[in-house]
């Protein structure tokens, strides 16, 4: 039984027309049964971001919530993680989190999956409204904007085909600073729009390492990447094994006493090692529940939306900054089909080899095979002794001409990329 | 009770934020909610996590229904129980180390009966209170020197506002530190190093390992001897500067050597010529009044900026105390740490002298000199180009007619990107004062949103004309810069905490408390518009 006026304040917003709405908002009780009986919506991670996302989006009105992570609650985990107690230690994220929320939040459904992204077929993320990403790591990122972006389907004047967006809000934090966004495949950039978003990591020269250390991340890194493999070849190291830690953090230590060098410490040693990202509950909360309002303006429309991106910096005061990152119209994950010039004579075997050595799309490509609407020109695996003899045919004669689109695929995407043909000689009309 | 090393773990993440020193100060936190709504117990939540030591929760509600649709901190079997209790309950929950305990009061009528109740307390959050009962809670805590912070979730609209006379910041730990090196003017013992380091008759392998700086001492000795004591200047000037510099390559059978040390000198060339300065921040902070007579009741930071004063302008030579920590550069380790060295004996040296004057400073104050711990004025030094001050006005100030900052307002409301925030500013005050004259706030009622979309600017534009910011509009039409959408949207909401705002503000004010607190970071300076239509805020010092 609901509770009467359990939901005024969330009612007000969904059921009184406004002036700062969305597209197409048409104010009613409907739109919050839709939200609790109807929407689907997943939540990807059920860490520090994710359990915010679970309690928010159930205080928004979503009734049917899934979530996946394939993590255990650790204890370093409580200063922010607030559905885990110590006694949680060990247990599944995702099935501790599900059952916390719905035992504080009646009506609501929430179906913890404790496994990896990469185990969920596409069906499975087929069925969701949106996707909300609780994430740390760029792979997993990538992965998920790939899974996105394959449903994304151009009509045959280029634009998305609206039914086919699967639209993610994303979220990430670092210390006193973060960042919601919102993508919509087609719409707004992808993840790999907008790669340079992510700084890349520092590395140090194996040189510096092992011959002329100056910090005490130096002789944390030596121990771990040098003397580990060298002195344990036959032990996998593992950052959540104690001994381990402990293990790398002791030689650090000698090695840091014979150079002279100030400063390991174990908690040094576990940043490095581990590359842990500082985070604190109040960062996640202000991200997860700018993210979560996002989602609910995506699925209702009750208000304007982000466009598309908002920094959050809470060092000097509070400063934020809300921009609208554009597209990349040679994006290979959400575009139309990457624009790729090769001649009508060029075998298959040539155009492959000159797509991985092309400096864009080659960064996605190991081992690609290659499709041409619904016919395989050439597979690797089952298919490679059947499609090998393609190779040596001129694209001319396996494609229509000029524009067509061939689908390219590879272990290192989820989805195929879409390359569109431009045969060098012919004068077909092109797309900009 | 959690035991240490559980306490490490369980905290490791804040810690490497704000540091041992950091999480120290949170956990002698005593904290002070008014109201357990969303917007206070997400506040609550997010300190209770991160350990501080208690917190006392003031509401004099009973749990409703409509509480269960906004807050995740109270139970379904809590409905007609005390509101204070029933979140007492949950947060305490999250963290056993914490102790909580609650009054079931209003804060209104504990703040008229027992204003004294608020001293035991280092910070108060107040929450969903309107402009009267903010100032009357703005004016205990000044007086019994409480930090304050006020927050309110308002439908669409996010507002924090913290209130402390002063806040001194050491540790502001800004994005981008620059690197304090002195290659162009370096002290002797840095001088004799560098000179130490003949290039000439090295073998190519220590040749490739001395550390830029030493590199670009010694470049700018040379430069400075052949240029009349002058530093490279024109453009043409620094590019000859760096071809000095890679004349140094060392080549064998006419290839060049990879000499990283030199690639490295090269593009930290600019550090020569041009310094790190003293910022706009830090020359605020000097130039203060409060350093300007240090009196036996000046707070150990005044001293300390009084006695930086004395140093610059004495043994520094206009330079701050050397902060001593040099960035990472490819040299050998022995290269690296002598200079690491070198550095450090001069930051130990010019706190030596900064301590001296505190000390002096303490004394002609009539204060016992050794009440100052050395590793206190150490940890200034160190940080000592970064040094901020915030100071609040009181809530007072920002909203009496004779003291609040109408042209500013004006201002806000005219400039483009803060117009629609200032709006949000002004129409919550217009709100509190549709209340304080209904009894209700403005879109309570469905059949009556026009009729108080009309009464809502009829108030916004009084506390214009008040503080003589009236221009344009008047009436009941709206006031330049308020637009009638922002004005509906207030209606609309009818005051409701929405959860993913209450959210938001709660864990925007348990930032701005752990700044208040550790004394890290810089904390806002005035009052922040959180903007989730927009997904904007601005901070405006009215």
């Given at each position: 039984?609901?509770?009467?006026?359990?939901?005024?304040?969330?009612?007000?917003?969904?059921?009184?027309?406004?002036?700062?709405?969305?597209?197409?908002?048409?104010?009613?009780?409907?739109?919050?049964?839709?939200?609790?009986?109807?929407?689907?919506?997943?939540?990807?991670?059920?860490?520090?971001?994710?359990?915010?996302?679970?309690?928010?989006?159930?205080?928004?009105?979503?009734?049917?919530?899934?979530?996946?992570?394939?993590?255990?609650?650790d204890?370093?985990?409580?200063?922010?993680?607030?559905?885990?107690?110590?006694?949680?230690?060990?247990?599944?994220?995702?099935?501790?989190?599900?059952?916390?929320?719905?035992?504080?939040?009646?009506?609501?459904?929430?179906?913890?999956?404790?496994?990896?992204?990469?185990?969920?077929?596409?069906d499975?993320y087929?069925?969701?409204?949106?996707?909300?990403?609780?994430?740390?790591?760029?792979?997993?990122?990538?992965?998920?904007?790939?899974?996105?972006?394959?449903?994304?389907?151009?009509?045959?004047?280029?634009?998305?085909?609206?039914?086919?967006?699967?639209?993610m809000?994303?979220?990430?934090?670092?210390g006193?600073?973060?960042?919601?966004?919102?993508?919509?495949?087609?719409?707004?950039?992808?993840?790999?729009?907008?790669?340079?978003?992510?700084?890349?990591?520092?590395?140090?020269?194996?040189?510096?390492?092992?011959?002329?250390p100056?910090?005490?991340?130096?002789?944390?890194?030596?121990?771990?990447?040098?003397?580990?493999?060298?002195?344990?070849?036959?032990?996998?190291?593992?950052?959540?094994?104690?001994?381990?830690?402990?293990?790398?953090?002791?030689?650090?230590?000698?090695?840091?006493?014979?150079?002279?060098?100030?400063?390991?410490?174990?908690?040094?040693?576990?940043?490095?090692?581990?590359?842990?990202?500082?985070?604190?509950?109040?960062?996640?909360?202000?991200?997860?529940?700018?993210?979560?309002?996002?989602?609910?303006?995506?699925?209702?429309?009750?208000?304007?939306?982000?466009?598309?991106?908002?920094?959050?910096?809470?060092?000097?005061?509070?400063?934020?900054l809300?921009?609208?990152?554009?597209?990349?119209?040679?994006?290979?994950?959400?575009?139309?089909?990457v624009?790729?010039?090769?001649?009508?004579?060029?075998?298959?075997?040539?155009?492959?080899?000159?797509l991985?050595?092309?400096?864009?799309?080659?960064?996605?490509?190991?081992?690609?095979?290659?499709?041409?609407?619904?016919?395989?020109?050439?597979?690797?695996?089952?298919?490679e002794?059947?499609?090998?003899h393609?190779?040596?045919?001129?694209?001319?004669?396996?494609?229509?001409?000029?524009?067509?689109i061939?689908?390219?695929?590879?272990?290192?995407?989820?989805?195929?990329?879409?390359?569109?043909?431009?045969?060098?000689?012919?004068?077909?009309?092109?797309?900009? | 009770?959690?035991?240490?090393?559980?306490?490490?773990?369980?905290?490791?993440?804040?810690?490497?934020?704000?540091?041992?020193?950091?999480?120290?100060?949170?956990?002698?936190?005593?904290?002070?909610?008014?109201?357990?709504?969303?917007?206070?117990?997400?506040?609550?939540?997010?300190?209770?996590?991160?350990?501080?030591?208690?917190?006392?929760?003031?509401?004099?509600?009973?749990v409703?229904?409509?509480?269960?649709?906004?807050?995740?901190?109270?139970?379904?079997?809590?409905?007609?129980?005390?509101?204070?209790?029933?979140?007492?309950?949950?947060?305490?929950?999250?963290?056993?180390?914490?102790?909580?305990?609650?009054?079931?009061?209003?804060?209104?009528?504990?703040?008229?009966?027992?204003?004294?109740?608020?001293?035991?307390?280092?910070?108060?959050?107040?929450?969903?209170?309107?402009?009267?009962?903010?100032?009357?809670?703005?004016?205990?805590?000044?007086?019994?020197?409480?930090?304050?912070?006020l927050?309110?979730?308002?439908?669409?609209?996010?507002?924090?506002?913290?209130?402390?006379?002063?806040?001194?910041?050491?540790?502001?730990?800004?994005?981008?530190?620059?690197?304090?090196?002195?290659?162009?003017?370096?002290?002797?013992?840095?001088?004799?190093?560098?000179?130490?380091?003949?290039?000439?008759?090295?073998?190519?392998?220590?040749?490739?390992?001395?550390?830029?700086?030493?590199?670009?001492?010694?470049?700018?000795?040379?430069?400075?001897?052949?240029?009349?004591g002058?530093?490279?200047?024109?453009?043409?000037?620094?590019?000859?500067?760096?071809?000095?510099?890679?004349?140094?390559?060392?080549?064998?059978?006419?290839?060049?050597?990879?000499?990283?040390?030199?690639?490295?000198?090269?593009?930290?060339?600019?550090?020569?010529?041009?310094?790190?300065?003293?910022?706009?921040?830090?020359?605020?902070?000097?130039?203060?009044?409060?350093?300007?007579?240090?009196?036996?009741?000046?707070?150990?930071?005044?001293?300390?900026?009084?006695?930086?004063?004395?140093?610059?302008?004495?043994?520094?030579?206009?330079?701050?105390?050397?902060?001593?920590?040099?960035?990472?550069?490819?040299?050998?380790?022995?290269?690296?740490?002598?200079?690491q060295?070198?550095?450090?004996?001069?930051?130990?040296?010019?706190?030596?002298?900064?301590?001296?004057?505190?000390?002096?400073?303490?004394?002609?104050?009539?204060?016992?000199?050794?009440?100052?711990?050395?590793?206190?004025?150490?940890?200034?030094?160190?940080?000592?180009?970064?040094?901020?001050?915030?100071?609040?006005?009181?809530?007072?100030?920002?909203?009496?007619?004779?003291?609040?900052?109408?042209?500013?307002?004006?201002?806000?409301?005219?400039?483009?990107?803060?117009?629609?925030?200032?709006?949000?500013y002004?129409?919550?005050?217009?709100?509190?004062?549709?209340?304080?004259?209904?009894?209700?706030?403005?879109?309570?009622?469905d059949?009556?949103?026009?009729?108080?979309?009309?009464?809502?600017?009829?108030?916004?534009?009084?506390?214009?004309?008040?503080?003589?910011?009236?221009?344009?509009?008047?009436?009941?039409?709206?006031?330049?810069?308020?637009?009638?959408?922002?004005?509906?949207?207030?209606?609309?909401?009818?005051?409701?905490?929405?959860?993913?705002?209450?959210?938001?503000?709660?864990?925007?004010?348990?930032?701005?408390?752990?700044?208040?607190?550790?004394?890290?970071?810089?904390?806002?300076?005035?009052a922040?518009?959180y903007?989730?239509?927009?997904?904007?805020?601005?901070?405006?010092?009215?």
């Amino acid at each position: 039984m609901e509770l009467e006026g359990r939901w005024r304040d969330l009612d007000r917003l969904l059921e009184r027309q406004g002036n700062l709405v969305g597209p197409g908002f048409e104010p009613g009780p409907e739109i919050r049964e839709f939200l609790q009986n109807d929407a689907r919506v997943l939540v990807v991670g059920a860490g520090g971001l994710g359990c915010e996302l679970l309690k928010d989006l159930a205080l928004s009105g979503f009734g049917n919530i899934d979530v996946i992570d394939m993590d255990t609650i650790d204890v370093s985990n409580l200063n922010r993680q607030f559905l885990f107690r110590m006694g949680d230690v060990g247990k599944s994220k995702a099935e501790v989190a599900a059952a916390r929320v719905m035992e504080r939040v009646a009506g609501v459904t929430v179906t913890p999956h404790h496994c990896m992204i990469q185990e969920k077929t596409l069906d499975f993320y087929e069925e969701f409204h949106v996707i909300v990403l609780g994430l740390d790591s760029l792979e997993a990122r990538r992965y998920m904007n790939s899974v996105a972006c394959s449903f994304l389907a151009y009509d045959e004047d280029g634009q998305p085909d609206l039914a086919t967006i699967k639209p993610m809000v994303d979220g990430g934090t670092e210390g006193f600073k973060g960042h919601a966004r919102v993508l919509i495949p087609g719409v707004t950039p992808c993840f790999e729009c907008t790669l340079w978003l992510f700084p890349p990591q520092t590395k140090f020269p194996l040189c510096t390492l092992a011959e002329t250390p100056r910090s005490p991340a130096h002789c944390i890194e030596y121990s771990k990447i040098i003397l580990w493999p060298k002195e344990r070849p036959d032990d996998t190291f593992d950052p959540d094994v104690e001994e381990h830690m402990k293990w790398v953090f002791d030689k650090a230590t000698a090695r840091a006493a014979e150079f002279g060098i100030q400063g390991v410490t174990y908690q040094l040693t576990q940043g490095v090692v581990k590359n842990i990202i500082p985070a604190i509950a109040s960062t996640n909360a202000i991200v997860a529940a700018q993210c979560t309002l996002e989602a609910l303006k995506m699925v209702t429309m009750c208000s304007t939306g982000l466009n598309n991106y908002m920094m959050y910096v809470g060092t000097d005061g509070v400063y934020t900054l809300t921009t609208p990152y554009e597209r990349d119209e040679k994006c290979p994950i959400c575009s139309a089909g990457v624009g790729f010039e090769v001649a009508p004579s060029s075998t298959l075997q040539q155009l492959i080899n000159g797509l991985v050595a092309d400096p864009d799309l080659g960064k996605h490509l190991s081992a690609p095979s290659v499709s041409y609407g619904s016919t395989n020109l050439y597979m690797r695996g089952a298919l490679e002794s059947q499609t090998r003899h393609n190779l040596e045919k001129p694209i001319g004669e396996l494609v229509d001409g000029d524009g067509s689109i061939i689908h390219v695929n590879d272990k290192k995407l989820v989805a195929a990329m879409k390359v569109r043909l431009k045969l060098s000689g012919s004068n077909g009309s092109m797309e900009s | 009770m959690a035991t240490a090393p559980d306490r490490a773990q369980r905290y490791d993440r804040g810690i490497r934020v704000w540091g041992a020193h950091g999480q120290e100060a949170l956990e002698a936190a005593r904290v002070c909610l008014l109201n357990a709504g969303p917007t206070g117990t997400e506040a609550l939540k997010n300190m209770v996590l991160g350990g501080i030591h208690s917190f006392t929760i003031v509401d004099g509600a009973k749990v409703e229904p409509a509480d269960l649709g906004n807050n995740f901190l109270l139970t379904a079997d809590g409905v007609s129980a005390p509101r204070a209790q029933c979140a007492t309950e949950c947060l305490k929950e999250l963290n056993e180390s914490v102790a909580g305990s609650y009054v079931e009061e209003t804060p209104r009528s504990l703040m008229n009966s027992n204003p004294d109740f608020f001293k035991q307390f280092t910070l108060v959050i107040a929450t969903q209170l309107g402009e009267a009962d903010a100032v009357t809670i703005d004016n205990i805590c000044r007086q019994h020197g409480v930090r304050l912070l006020l927050l309110r979730s308002y439908g669409l609209l996010g507002y924090v506002r913290p209130s402390v006379p002063e806040q001194c910041v050491v540790e502001s730990k800004p994005d981008s530190k620059v690197d304090d090196l002195r290659l162009g003017n370096p002290w002797p013992e840095l001088a004799a190093y560098a000179a130490s380091v003949e290039l000439a008759g090295m073998e190519d392998v220590a040749h490739s390992h001395v550390p830029y700086a030493a590199l670009l001492i010694k470049a700018a000795k040379q430069w400075a001897e052949s240029h009349g004591g002058g530093m490279p200047g024109t453009y043409t000037e620094r590019s000859a500067f760096k071809d000095l510099l890679r004349g140094w390559q060392r080549h064998i059978d006419g290839f060049p050597l990879e000499e990283e040390n030199l690639t490295e000198a090269v593009s930290n060339a600019h550090k020569v010529w041009a310094p790190p300065t003293v910022g706009s921040d830090l020359r605020a902070v000097l130039q203060d009044a409060a350093a300007a007579s240090i009196t036996r009741q000046s707070p150990n930071f005044w001293v300390l900026v009084a006695a930086l004063n004395r140093f610059i302008a004495q043994e520094g030579q206009g330079q701050l105390p050397l902060e001593g920590s040099i960035p990472d550069m490819h040299a050998s380790t022995q290269a690296y740490l002598d200079l690491q060295r070198i550095y450090h004996a001069k930051a130990e040296a010019d706190a030596a002298a900064v301590e001296a004057h505190a000390r002096a400073l303490l004394e002609a104050a009539g204060r016992d000199p050794a009440s100052l711990p050395a590793s206190e004025v150490r940890h200034f030094c160190k940080h000592a180009r970064y040094l901020r001050i915030v100071r609040c006005r009181s809530l007072e100030e920002e909203t009496e007619p004779d003291s609040c900052r109408g042209e500013a307002l004006r201002g806000a409301l005219a400039a483009e990107d803060t117009a629609a925030n200032a709006a949000l500013y002004l129409l919550l005050r217009a709100a509190d004062r549709f209340h304080a004259t209904y009894q209700r706030y403005p879109g309570t009622f469905d059949s009556e949103l026009e009729e108080d979309a009309a009464l809502l600017k009829s108030q916004a534009n009084a506390i214009l004309s008040e503080c003589g910011a009236a221009g344009g509009g008047g009436g009941s039409s709206a006031p330049a810069g308020v637009s009638d959408d922002l004005v509906g949207e207030m209606c609309r909401c009818a005051a409701g905490e929405l959860h993913v705002v209450a959210a938001v503000v709660g864990a925007i004010a348990a930032q701005e408390a752990i700044k208040l607190l550790t004394g890290q970071f810089v904390p806002v300076g005035g009052a922040l518009i959180y903007n989730a239509m927009q997904c904007t805020t601005s901070v405006f010092a009215f």
